[in-house]
C-alpha cells in the first residue's frame, strides 16, 4: 500500500508513489541553489532524525502503534490508514469511500457539523481524512497541551462519525461540482480514458471521487454501512510521533481505536497488470503536449526493487544529473521538466515517464526519451553514474522524508504498509550500498525492454515518435 507525496509529477499519475520511496521533483535552478542551502543548514536536525528511536506501543485492548518520542516542540502528530480504501466502492456507487472521507469533520457523537468544527478550532488541531485507492489515510496534528480535547474529537470522528443528511448533501455538491467542472479538461478526460485503457474493468480504473449518476445514488445508511465495514482493528496501522509518552499514548490508543470492531468486511481486489504496448491519445489543440509513458514496475518486497530504485533515479529520478533531464531539457531544451517514477499500488506497479513540451516538437520529444530508455535497457548505467546515485539516495532520504513531525508520522505508516520493519531507516544505507552494477543493469533491462503504454494529450503527433 502506498502513500501519496512527494513529486510534482506525481499528482497526474495513476500511480502513487512508495510510501518508502521516491523521487525529489524537478526545481528550477535559483530554488535549487536555495534549496541546498537550507539543506546543508538543517542537516545536523535531519541526522538525528535518521536516528531516531522508534518504539513499538501496545495497548491494553490490542492496539498496535509505532511512536517517535520528541519533547522539544509541544507538538503530537497521528497518522493511521485503515486496509481497503476506494477499491472498496460498490459498482454503481463509486466515489462513496471518498464522499465518506469528507464528512468526518461534518459531525460526530452528540456534535453536529458546526458544534464539531467549533471544538477543533478551540483544540487548535488539524484533522483530515484522505481516501486512496488501498487504503482510508487519517491524521491529526495537535498542540500537546491540548491533546486531550484533540484526541477526543478525534475519537468522535473515527467512532461515531454522524453523515447527517444536510452536510451529505453539502460536500456531495460540491464533489459534484468538482466533476462538472473537469468535465471539459483535457488532462481529466485524458486521466479518465488513461485508467480504462490500461486497467479495463478492473477497480483501479474507477474514478475515486465517482460520477454524477454514482454519487445521486449514495445514502447516509450507505456511508455508515461502509464505515463500520472499514473501520475495524485488524486493517489499522497507527503512527505517533511527538509530545507524548508510551504510556500515555497507549491509553490514547485504546480510546481512539480500542471500541471499533475487530475484523474489517472488505471486498477481494485481484492484483492486475497495467496493459502496455499502446498508444492513448487525447486529441486538443493545445500549446503544450502532455507525454507519459508506462513501463512494468517492481513490487516493494522484491529482491531487485533497490537495484530498479537505483535505475530509476538515474534514469529520471534525480533532478538536475539524470538521463532524462541532461537529455531532454539541458541538451535540447524541450521541455521545462521531465522525470521517471517507480510508482505503485498495493495490487499493480509501474515504471513512469512524464513531461511536457511544445507541441510541435512532441514527437521529437517522445522519440528522445524513447531513445534514452532504450539505451538504458540496452546498456544500464556507468559505474559513475551508479555511485553517484547511491550517495543521492542515501544523502536525499532525511530531507525528503524526515524532515517535519507529520512527514516522520507519514513515512512511518508507509514502512508498516510495506512490511519494513521498525530498523529499516537504519538498514536503508547498506541494502543501497550493497547493489552492484551487474544487478541495476539486470533490472533496466527487465523493466524498459517492454514496449510501453504512452498517452499523448495534445494535438495528433502525425507519427508514433
Same mark, same amino acid.
Given at each position: 500500500? /502506498?502513500?501519496?507525496? /512527494?513529486?510534482?509529477?506525481?499528482?497526474?499519475?495513476?500511480?502513487?508513489?512508495?510510501?518508502?520511496e521516491?523521487?525529489?521533483?524537478?526545481?528550477?535552478?535559483?530554488?535549487?541553489?536555495?534549496?541546498?542551502?537550507?539543506?546543508?543548514?538543517?542537516?545536523p536536525?535531519?541526522?538525528?532524525? %535518521?536516528?531516531?528511536?522508534?518504539?513499538?506501543?501496545?495497548?491494553?485492548?490490542?492496539?498496535?502503534?509505532?511512536?517517535?518520542e520528541?519533547?522539544?516542540?509541544?507538538?503530537?502528530?497521528? /497518522?493511521?490508514v485503515?486496509? !481497503?480504501?476506494?477499491?472498496?466502492?460498490?459498482?454503481?456507487?463509486e466515489?462513496?469511500?471518498?464522499?465518506?472521507?469528507?464528512?468526518?469533520?461534518?459531525?460526530?457523537?452528540?456534535?453536529?457539523?458546526?458544534?464539531?468544527?467549533?471544538?477543533?478550532?478551540?483544540?487548535?488541531?488539524?484533522?483530515?481524512?484522505?481516501?486512496?485507492? #488501498?487504503?482510508?489515510?487519517?491524521?491529526? +496534528?495537535? $498542540?500537546?497541551?491540548?491533546?486531550?480535547?484533540?484526541?477526543?474529537?478525534?475519537?468522535?470522528?473515527?467512532?461515531? $462519525?454522524?453523515? #447527517?443528511?444536510?452536510?451529505?448533501d453539502?460536500? +456531495?455538491?460540491?464533489?459534484?461540482?468538482?466533476?462538472?467542472?473537469?468535465?471539459?479538461? $483535457?488532462?481529466?478526460?485524458?486521466?479518465?480514458?488513461?485508467?480504462?485503457?490500461?486497467?479495463? =474493468?478492473?477497480?483501479y480504473?474507477?474514478?475515486?471521487? !465517482?460520477?454524477?449518476?454514482?454519487?445521486? !445514488?449514495?445514502?447516509?445508511a450507505?456511508?455508515?454501512?461502509?464505515?463500520?465495514?472499514?473501520?475495524?482493528? #485488524?486493517g489499522?496501522?497507527?503512527?505517533?510521533?511527538?509530545?507524548?509518552?508510551?504510556?500515555r499514548l497507549?491509553?490514547?490508543?485504546?480510546?481512539?481505536?480500542?471500541?471499533?470492531?475487530?475484523?474489517? =468486511?472488505?471486498?477481494?481486489?485481484?492484483?492486475?497488470?497495467?496493459k502496455? @504496448?499502446?498508444?492513448?491519445?487525447?486529441?486538443?489543440?493545445?500549446?503544450?503536449?502532455?507525454?507519459?509513458?508506462?513501463? $512494468?514496475?517492481?513490487?516493494?518486497?522484491?529482491?531487485?526493487?533497490?537495484?530498479?530504485?537505483?535505475?530509476?533515479?538515474?534514469?529520471?529520478?534525480?533532478?538536475?544529473?539524470?538521463?532524462?533531464?541532461?537529455?531532454?531539457?539541458?541538451? /535540447?531544451?524541450?521541455?521545462?521538466?521531465?522525470?521517471?517514477?517507480? %510508482?505503485?499500488?498495493?495490487?499493480?506497479h509501474?515504471?513512469?515517464?512524464?513531461?511536457?513540451?511544445?507541441?510541435?516538437?512532441?514527437?521529437?520529444?517522445?522519440?528522445?526519451?524513447?531513445?534514452?530508455?532504450?539505451?538504458?535497457?540496452?546498456?544500464?548505467?556507468?559505474?559513475?553514474?551508479?555511485?553517484?546515485?547511491?550517495?543521492?539516495?542515501? @544523502?536525499?532520504?532525511?530531507?525528503?522524508y524526515?524532515?517535519?513531525?507529520?512527514?516522520?508520522?507519514?513515512?512511518?505508516?508507509?514502512?508498516?504498509?510495506?512490511?519494513? !520493519?521498525?530498523?529499516?531507516?537504519?538498514?536503508?544505507? %547498506?541494502?543501497?550500498?550493497?547493489?552492484?552494477?551487474?544487478?541495476?543493469?539486470?533490472? %533496466?533491462?527487465?523493466?524498459?525492454?517492454?514496449?510501453?503504454?504512452?498517452m499523448?494529450?495534445?494535438?495528433?503527433?502525425?507519427?508514433?515518435?
Amino acid at each position: 500500500m /502506498r502513500n501519496q507525496h /512527494r513529486a510534482a509529477f506525481a499528482q497526474a499519475l495513476p500511480f502513487p508513489l512508495s510510501a518508502a520511496e521516491g523521487s525529489v521533483a524537478c526545481l528550477a535552478t535559483p530554488l535549487a541553489i536555495l534549496f541546498i542551502a537550507i539543506f546543508f543548514l538543517i542537516l545536523p536536525a535531519l541526522t538525528a532524525h %535518521a536516528a531516531m528511536n522508534i518504539q513499538e506501543v501496545k495497548s491494553e485492548k490490542g492496539i498496535n502503534a509505532w511512536l517517535v518520542e520528541d519533547h522539544t516542540v509541544p507538538i503530537v502528530a497521528i /497518522r493511521f490508514v485503515f486496509a !481497503g480504501g476506494t477499491t472498496q466502492d460498490p459498482l454503481g456507487k463509486e466515489g462513496l469511500i471518498h464522499l465518506m472521507t469528507r464528512l468526518f469533520d461534518e459531525g460526530a457523537g452528540d456534535l453536529d457539523s458546526e458544534a464539531f468544527q467549533v471544538k477543533l478550532d478551540n483544540a487548535g488541531a488539524e484533522m483530515s481524512f484522505d481516501a486512496q485507492r #488501498d487504503g482510508i489515510h487519517g491524521s491529526m +496534528r495537535m $498542540p500537546s497541551l491540548r491533546k486531550d480535547a484533540a484526541f477526543d474529537l478525534l475519537r468522535l470522528a473515527v467512532n461515531r $462519525p454522524r453523515f #447527517d443528511q444536510e452536510p451529505v448533501d453539502r460536500i +456531495r455538491a460540491q464533489v459534484l461540482s468538482g466533476i462538472i467542472a473537469n468535465e471539459p479538461d $483535457p488532462d481529466a478526460i485524458a486521466q479518465r480514458k488513461w485508467l480504462r485503457a490500461i486497467y479495463g =474493468t478492473h477497480p483501479y480504473s474507477r474514478p475515486d471521487e !465517482g460520477t454524477k449518476v454514482s454519487l445521486a !445514488g449514495i445514502t447516509p445508511a450507505d456511508l455508515g454501512a461502509f464505515h463500520k465495514a472499514i473501520f475495524a482493528r #485488524d486493517g489499522l496501522h497507527v503512527v505517533v510521533v511527538g509530545d507524548i509518552d508510551a504510556k500515555r499514548l497507549s491509553e490514547k490508543l485504546d480510546q481512539l481505536f480500542g471500541d471499533l470492531y475487530e475484523k474489517q =468486511t472488505l471486498s477481494p481486489v485481484v492484483d492486475v497488470a497495467a496493459k502496455l @504496448g499502446q498508444q492513448v491519445e487525447v486529441n486538443y489543440e493545445l500549446p503544450q503536449t502532455s507525454l507519459r509513458l508506462a513501463f $512494468p514496475g517492481v513490487g516493494r518486497s522484491e529482491p531487485d526493487f533497490f537495484a530498479a530504485l537505483l535505475m530509476n533515479d538515474i534514469l529520471g529520478g534525480s533532478p538536475f544529473t539524470s538521463r532524462l533531464w541532461e537529455e531532454v531539457r539541458e541538451k /535540447r531544451g524541450l521541455a521545462y521538466g521531465v522525470g521517471s517514477y517507480l %510508482a505503485g499500488y498495493e495490487h499493480s506497479h509501474a515504471l513512469l515517464v512524464t513531461t511536457a513540451t511544445r507541441s510541435d516538437r512532441a514527437a521529437e520529444t517522445l522519440s528522445i526519451v524513447r531513445q534514452v530508455v532504450k539505451d538504458m535497457a540496452e546498456k544500464g548505467p556507468t559505474e559513475a553514474e551508479l555511485e553517484a546515485s547511491k550517495k543521492h539516495l542515501i @544523502g536525499a532520504y532525511a530531507i525528503s522524508y524526515l524532515d517535519t513531525s507529520s512527514s516522520i508520522a507519514a513515512t512511518l505508516v508507509g514502512l508498516q504498509l510495506d512490511n519494513l !520493519g521498525t530498523d529499516y531507516i537504519q538498514r536503508r544505507s %547498506a541494502l543501497i550500498d550493497q547493489v552492484t552494477l551487474d544487478q541495476v543493469k539486470a533490472a %533496466a533491462k527487465k523493466l524498459l525492454s517492454a514496449e510501453p503504454a504512452i498517452m499523448v494529450v495534445g494535438p495528433p503527433l502525425g507519427g508514433k515518435g
